[in-house]
């Protein structure tokens, strides 16, 4: 039982390239998340889906598009990467919307 | 306009003592809060939840207690322990709806 994956652990794009970030979860979850940490600011909520076919906004999901490609796994795509992208990404999964929410070990990104 | 405000950036304890971080909160609807914790290079993992209908949460060296009226909640560790040191999430939930997290309190327990 690998809970929840991320790949890649680590990647540095340039300014205006675009890259994918991966999210699987081995745990049957309906609901999966993909926030963003920056220092001083805790966890903020970029996008999340609530439920297989289902999508929504967050607090900052500016730059950001996403996939839930089926029920275990969901997808975070930035189009035209920004200096104002770096950061760490965490991708997490629940049972049910609120529920406690599990989450994966992070991709750090730079964006120069 | 931070809905879950973790005032204290940094907290130092030596171990056997107790630690107790701090959460405000400014959502009166608000109803189910958690508390995560988090080392370095790993993903945040799940401590301790409440809910609005109780006052207080024991789970072994871990209490977290809730007072609504003042929109606040603690976390206790008792004792704590050098394997503690870490950064610790207050987050809340109004009911039905996702978590909001806050900026994080960074532990450390000297030995």
């Known amino acids: 039982n690998a809970g929840v994956t991320q790949t890649p652990k680590f990647q540095v794009l340039k300014t205006g390239q675009s890259m994918t970030l991966q999210c699987a979860q081995d745990?049957?979850?309906?609901?999966m998340y993909w926030y963003r940490q920056d220092p001083g600011m805790g966890l903020r909520l970029i996008y999340y889906?609530?439920?297989?076919?289902?999508?929504d906004k967050g607090e900052v999901p500016n730059g950001y598009n996403v996939s839930r490609l089926n029920k275990r796994e969901f997808s975070l795509r930035l189009e035209s990467a920004a200096p104002s992208q770096t950061s760490v990404y965490f991708c997490a999964s629940s049972e049910v919307r609120r529920d406690t929410q599990y989450f994966g070990p992070g991709t750090r990104l730079t964006v120069l | 306009d931070q809905q879950v405000k973790q005032n204290s950036p940094s907290l130092s304890v030596q171990e056997g003592r107790i630690s107790i971080l701090n959460c405000d909160y400014t959502n009166s609807m608000f109803d189910y809060f958690l508390w995560y914790k988090k080392y370095p290079a790993e993903g945040p993992t799940f401590l301790i939840s409440i809910s609005s209908i109780k006052d207080k949460n024991e789970d072994g060296r871990f209490t977290v207690f809730l007072n609504k009226s003042a929109k606040h909640l603690s976390l206790h560790i008792v004792p704590s322990q050098p394997g503690d040191s870490a950064v610790y999430f207050c987050?809340?939930?109004?009911?039905?709806?996702?978590?909001?997290f806050g900026a994080g309190t960074i532990l450390r327990v000297k030995s």
């Open positions: 987050a809340a939930s109004p009911y039905g709806n996702k978590l909001v």
């Open positions: 889906s609530a439920s297989e076919g289902t999508t």
């Open positions: 745990m049957n979850h309906n609901s």
